[in-house]
């Protein structure tokens, strides 16, 4: 068979048409509407596994492709789809998150620009602080209010180990803000802080070594929470929990025991966020002049204090966030 026969066996419908780089379908932002998702609460995060109750069972999913860069912590509200039966060795897929009420953030230090949700959903921060071994760092407590009032929670104020040391000196401190506090001490009843959490959803915040882990497994019978001791030389607690996770209380509500952590970036606060979480001062710095940073001479803020109208310790607090703040921005 010559050349010219074989090739007059073919015609066009032989012909293979590469398609263009855009392919040879048009993309389409639609994505499926998972309208048989069932709604979960996210409960715990561990290596890229989520536990999410739904209704009366606990069901391990993951992130699926579709949510993006999207985050999902403890707190949240999820729609689920694939096998959401709770049975061992199942898997089911995240797909939605549901909008969030609020969301606690910190960054690593105040110079990271990359703030990190810790928990949403939360009301209420409860702010662990061991009147000793490990002592209370105040400054530590003004963060965690600053991040609390930015996040839109309600602070409490924990104070653990009160059969070592006394409250007077640390209450007297932030009895100007009026936040409310609980005092603890090793095996007395806990009455008062369950009065406190009933019906809210709580984070617990605060150094490791404070009692967090302890107060949870007071809180909650079988929650079996590792408990570490404070370093002697250092005073310091070791880390014992690793990631986040909520627990539900018997009279209801729930609580969200959190690592430890050695400081509380607020690289994410706005200035004026971090002085409007100090509403001792917060009005005296409206008699500042224009654009002042209250870290140089003739803020108002001097005078306001000199008056009597707020405590030195706290002004002082208030202008070491700011010059944090302030070197942050130079770097």
């Known amino acids: 068979m010559t050349l010219a026969r074989r090739l007059r066996d073919f015609d066009e419908d032989d012909v293979r048409v590469r398609p263009g780089r855009r392919g040879s379908r048009p993309r389409t932002r639609r994505r499926p509407a998972h309208e048989d998702a069932v709604t979960g609460f996210v409960t715990a995060v561990d290596r890229g596994r989520y536990r999410c109750l739904v209704e009366d069972r606990t069901v391990t999913a993951m992130r699926a492709r579709e949510l993006g860069r999207k985050s999902v912590v403890v707190g949240d509200h999820v729609a689920l789809v694939g096998d959401v039966s709770g049975d061992p060795d199942t898997l089911a897929r995240i797909v939605r998150v549901q909008p969030?009420?609020?969301?606690?953030?910190?960054?690593?230090?105040?110079?990271?620009?990359?703030?990190r949700v810790i928990v949403a959903n939360a009301d209420q921060m409860v702010i662990v602080t061991a009147l000793a071994d490990p002592p209370p760092r105040p400054r530590m407590i003004d963060r965690c209010l600053v991040a609390a009032y930015e996040a839109g929670l309600d602070p409490l104020l924990c104070l653990t180990k009160s059969d070592l040391a006394g409250p007077e000196e640390l209450?007297?401190?932030?009895?100007?803000?009026?936040?409310?506090?609980?005092?603890?001490q090793r095996g007395a009843d806990l009455g008062e802080l369950r009065k406190r959490l009933r019906g809210r959803l709580s984070v617990l915040v605060g150094h490791s070594g404070v009692g967090k882990s302890t107060l949870v497994n007071a809180l909650v019978p079988g929650a079996g929470r590792a408990v570490g001791e404070v370093n002697a030389v250092t005073g310091r607690g070791r880390h014992v929990s690793s990631s986040a996770i909520a627990f539900e209380l018997p009279e209801g509500?729930?609580?969200?025991?959190?690592?430890?952590?050695?400081?509380?970036?607020?690289?994410?606060?706005?200035?004026?966020?971090?002085?409007?979480a100090f509403p001792d001062l917060a009005e005296g710095a409206e008699h500042?002049?224009?654009?002042?940073?209250?870290?140089?001479?003739?803020?108002?803020?001097?005078?306001?204090?000199?008056?009597?109208?707020?405590?030195?310790?706290?002004?002082?607090?208030?202008?070491?966030?700011?010059a944090s703040r302030e070197r942050s921005a130079e770097d």
Do not use: M
């Open 100 to 115: 969030r009420r609020s969301a606690l953030r910190r960054t690593a230090d105040d110079a990271d620009p990359f703030e």
């Open 171 to 184: 209450l007297a401190i932030y009895a100007p803000l009026g936040v409310p506090y609980v005092v603890t």
């Open 253 to 276: 509500g729930w609580i969200i025991d959190t690592p430890g952590v050695r400081s509380f970036g607020l690289a994410h606060v706005k200035p004026e966020d971090v002085v409007a």
């Open 288 to 322: 500042c002049p224009p654009h002042c940073n209250h870290l140089q001479e003739h803020c108002a803020l001097d005078e306001w204090v000199a008056e009597g109208h707020a405590e030195r310790a706290r002004l002082d607090s208030l202008r070491r966030l700011l």
